[in-house]
């Protein structure tokens, strides 16, 4: 094909939404999170886990792909945060379900999510004063964090 073929231009358009689209998947997957799980039941537990897998995959994937192509953009870092937020709020939602956190805590947790989106809409290059390793370091505690409260629900 070459490359004012109207087929290559359409391809190369849904190449570029690719981190977009994960990004956006993280929220309908979050939904099915918070309907699908129910501790009573074993083969929701394992649905759970590998949801929550898939989600936190296409966080990872999302900004990396973006990263590697040069595909970055403010939509795109609007859609990341969002989906981080349905997943957060999601597993804060199961904790509180599980008894494992009251419900203030929750209150305060969502809370601070809400808060956090706020920064991210006001400054959106706040992220950028910290270094390389800072946000390195600060997304994996996040993550690691986030699978401990999933699995301790399970």
Same mark, same amino acid.
């Given at each position: ?14 190449f =570029?939404?690719?981190?977009?689209l994960?990004?956006?998947? =993280? ?7 918070? #309907?699908?799980?129910?501790? =009573?039941?074993?083969?929701? #537990?394992? !649905?759970?886990?590998?949801? /929550? +897998? +898939? ?11 973006? =990263? ?22 999601? !597993?804060?939602? !199961?904790? %509180? ?7 203030? %805590? *929750?209150? *305060? ?8 989106? *706020?920064?991210?809409? +006001? ?8 270094s390389? %390793?800072?946000?390195?370091? /600060? ?10 409260? +999933?699995?301790? /629900?399970?």
């Amino acid at each position: 094909m070459w490359l004012g073929h109207p087929a290559h231009n359409s391809e190369l358009r849904v190449f =570029r939404q690719i981190p977009n689209l994960l990004s956006v998947s =993280r929220i309908p997957g979050s939904l099915a999170l918070l #309907i699908l799980f129910d501790p =009573r039941v074993p083969a929701s #537990i394992w !649905i759970s886990c590998l949801l /929550t +897998a +898939a989600i936190i995959t296409t966080d990872f994937l999302d900004g990396n792909f973006a =990263r590697k192509y040069a595909l970055e953009s403010k939509l795109g870092y609007l859609l990341d945060g969002l989906g981080d937020r349905a997943f957060h709020v999601t !597993i804060y939602l !199961i904790l %509180l379900i599980s008894g494992v956190i009251s419900l203030v %805590l *929750a209150w *305060a947790l969502i809370f601070r999510e809400v808060s956090q989106y *706020a920064v991210r809409l +006001a400054d959106v290059d706040w992220h950028k004063t910290q270094s390389k %390793l800072d946000r390195a370091v /600060t997304r994996s505690y996040a993550t690691a964090v986030q699978v401990i409260f +999933a699995c301790e /629900t399970l």
